[in-house]
């Protein structure tokens, strides 16, 4: 064992030639093998600025740098050292320093290079976060004339985001679509793409398909990256979609030095493009690759990781996962009667834990939907203990850090027309909406953008009254932004408060909060001279070709789009943390209870149905192995759901726990093993005669949104029996019997093969 490094850890570390992958457990050290591998290979002469590590979050990227600079005795760098793309300093970081960024960092400094290539983009281009493609759908629909209670925008957005995750176009979006609400939405889908390339613009997912675009159409920037990066590392890889596998496969198709890092039993994010079958792909792309596995734990009990271990075990594989930690508490299942009382149980735990001592930063509640933190948060404010909601709105997000943002946005770029719509009426103007969409109609008239019909003597012609002094006022304001973009970006943000009059407008449209608003806009200043210095800093120590270093403000604007809300600590200390199963993948606490572990929450279902149930417990499995000493399960006996209060199911995973050292707290007081049937329900959930009620292999069923199918196979017993079914339209679905609105029904005249 050398630098504290276990065999497992030291085999993935000295191994630096060829493909690689490191399944790596919860807890294993995966950021400690990856730092100690790039120092490494840094040690054994290989040119550091020709190794390139990606990972997800900015947090991870910055913690990962840092320990990798420590073990290389190299000063620390800011974030924006060395901004010359190909020159001595390739695609921002200095020749002496590895590069490790997220994905969406190394592909949107990428396009700064490149996006003028990848017509009808600028390398000025814009990145529209959610809230602006937001905006665009809405334009969209309004253009269609589409309701919005049909399209709801945001799973319109949902939707245009997956089919971006698996590489479908609108064109092919089209010809798959297979309904008409599925035709709408293709539509939806084109006219989006078209408005945001006219715009100049690209969303997150626009992105990484940009990348991807550029390596295969530009065989010249594809073979300089290959020739630069000679080392690539992809961490968290089971969280990776298609055009990021694709991005790794790509840079690495020359030298086949790719490593990749992960834990397919986390794999938790499919519903936003993660596939887990990317570990699949890559052994099919580099059949020579070696395999080093993870197993030894350093962060949790031996009782957590018994639980953990049952949980484990996709179709890549089973792992033994061990540890040399000391025993510790039991992990314990707790049957409440209702949410009052899980809350009530909740908050007894976290003030008996902070009574022993336990920093309340040091405890987490964790729950699947986000619903269920309402009742516990009421408890914690009843009893003034602090806590924090991770995933709440951040800095960047709030309103009036967004609008002076737009009104920069505006200034710099004629085509973003989503900045210039947002900040057209505020502060209020007088243009009123039939004023404002006759200089829209008027802008599409002349072929031109909103930006740059603005910016035309007669953009107010036709226009009268308060609506044309009001947009004569904003031209004014763009102007004079405009003549500021050379000079200073933290004066640049001042000019954009005082010219638009915004602390005018808080004050007087919001008198109780106004103060508390423009101190928002004073850090928003702070940041900008923030950056401003550091990027000073970065260009004396850089070697740059003239020409080839972003302007400031594009600088600053790229900073804000990437920094992610989750990534934030400032909200966590002090306090104790509540949080989804998914918002607390990559993090630890001493102290961990995990709420509503029951039937149609985890695993979760909907009208019954249960969705990626392989997914959901493996999203449990991430939950209980974020405890590092202590681990508690709670579920109920009731539960209100809207008026009413329904019986509740104990999750059906609790009954791969059986054998287990595992306690269950089945009433105040009385705790017995889990082989005693404690995911059995009350005895007034069970159905008093189940062979009556039709449920057997072949049966026949109508559900209400399904529609007919087969029963295949039955599993478990009463209500919280689950039936395979297979549908008349070819799928195969695991139900709840006692969620899912079935009815038994007469075989149809016709046979079929799935009975």
Not at 209 to 226: A, H, I
Not at 631 to 653: A, G, K, M, N, V
Request: aromatic fraction near 6%.
């Amino acid at each position: 064992m050398s630098n504290g490094l276990n065999p497992a850890q030291e085999k993935a570390v000295s191994h630096h030639e060829g493909p690689l992958v490191v399944v790596a457990g919860p807890g294993s050290g995966k950021t400690r093998v990856m730092t100690h591998r790039i120092a490494s290979m840094v040690r054994a002469g290989i040119e550091p600025s020709s190794i390139l590590a990606i990972t997800f979050t900015n947090k991870a990227a910055e913690e990962m740098l840092r320990r990798t600079l420590e073990l290389l005795a190299i000063p620390e760098a800011n974030d924006f050292s060395g901004h010359g793309f190909f020159g001595s300093s390739a695609l921002g970081l200095e020749d002496d320093r590895p590069v490790l960024r997220t994905f969406h960092s190394f592909c949107a400094r990428l396009l700064r290079r490149h996006a003028h290539r990848l017509e009808p983009y600028t390398s000025s281009f814009s990145i529209y976060d959610s809230a602006d493609q937001k905006q665009v759908i809405t334009e969209v629909m309004k253009e269609m004339k589409l309701d919005r209670t049909s399209f709801p925008p945001r799973a319109t957005q949902s939707t245009i985001s997956h089919w971006k995750n698996q590489m479908i176009s609108p064109e092919l979006a089209a010809e798959q679509a297979g309904t008409f609400k599925d035709r709408e939405l293709a539509k939806i889908y084109a006219r989006y793409q078209e408005l945001l390339e006219e715009q100049d613009a690209a969303d997150f997912d626009d992105l990484l398909l940009l990348v991807v675009r550029l390596l295969t159409e530009q065989e010249d920037v594809l073979l300089r990256l290959q020739q630069h990066f000679r080392y690539v590392m992809i961490d968290e890889f089971q969280d990776t979609n298609r055009p990021q596998y694709l991005i790794a496969k790509l840079l690495s198709g020359q030298h086949r030095n790719l490593c990749v890092t992960g834990d397919p039993d986390q794999s938790i994010y499919s519903w936003r493009g993660a596939s887990p079958d990317n570990f699949l792909r890559f052994r099919e792309d580099f059949p020579e690759h070696n395999v080093v596995t993870l197993e030894q734990n350093y962060r949790s009990t031996p009782q957590i990781l018994e639980v953990a271990s049952r949980l484990s075990g996709t179709e890549f594989g089973h792992r033994e996962l061990f540890t040399e930690n000391a025993d510790g508490s039991s992990v314990r299942v707790q049957l409440v009667h209702d949410e009052r009382a899980e809350a009530r149980r909740i908050a007894d735990h976290v003030e008996d834990w902070m009574a022993e001592g336990v920093s309340s930063d040091e405890i987490a509640v964790l729950y699947r939907v986000n619903s269920l933190s309402r009742v516990i948060e009421e408890e914690f404010v009843r009893r003034r203990l602090k806590y924090a909601v991770v995933g709440g709105m951040s800095f960047y997000e709030r309103k009036e850090v967004k609008d002076i943002l737009a009104y920069l946005r505006a200034a710099r770029s004629t085509r973003d027309d989503v900045a210039l719509q947002r900040i057209v009426n505020t502060p209020a103007r007088g243009i009123g909406k039939v004023s404002l969409e006759k200089f829209q109609d008027d802008a599409l008239a002349h072929g031109r953008t909103m930006g740059e019909h603005l910016r035309r003597s007669d953009c107010t012609d036709g226009i009268r009254g308060k609506a044309r002094k009001g947009l004569e006022h904003l031209r004014e304001v763009i102007e004079q932004l405009e003549d500021r973009l050379s000079g200073g970006l933290a004066d640049m943000v001042e000019q954009a408060i005082e010219a638009s009059g915004y602390l005018a407008h808080l004050e007087k449209s919001e008198p109780e909060s106004w103060q508390e608003r423009e101190r928002n806009l004073q850090e928003l200043v702070a940041a900008a001279a923030e950056t401003e210095e550091i990027l000073d800093q970065a260009l004396q120590q850089s070697n740059a070709e003239e020409g080839e270093v972003p302007d400031p403000l594009t600088i600053f604007l790229e900073r804000i789009a990437l920094v992610s809300d989750a990534e934030s600590d400032d909200q966590m200390r002090g306090k104790v943390s509540m949080m989804t199963l998914h918002a607390a993948k990559g993090l630890e606490f001493r102290k961990v209870m995990i709420a509503g572990v029951e039937e149609t929450l985890i695993p979760h279902s909907r009208h019954g149905e249960i969705e990626g149930i392989d997914e959901e417990k493996r999203l449990l499995y991430v939950g209980v192995t974020r405890a590092m000493e202590e681990l508690i399960l709670t579920h109920t006996s009731w539960r209100r759901r809207f008026q009413d209060r329904e019986p509740r199911l104990p999750s059906s995973f609790l009954a791969d726990l059986e054998g287990t050292s595992i306690e269950f707290d089945r009433k105040p007081g009385a705790r017995t093993s889990v082989s005693e049937n404690v995911w059995d329900p009350e005895p007034e959930y069970h159905h008093d005669s189940e062979e009556d009620d039709g449920l057997h292999p072949g049966a026949w069923v109508h559900h209400e949104l399904l529609g007919r199918g087969c029963v295949n196979a039955v599993q478990g017993y009463g209500a919280a029996r689950r039936i395979t079914v297979r549908f008349e339209n070819g799928d195969e679905r695991q139900l709840v019997v006692a969620y899912a609105p079935l009815s038994v029904i007469s075989p149809p005249d016709e046979e079929w093969e799935a009975c």
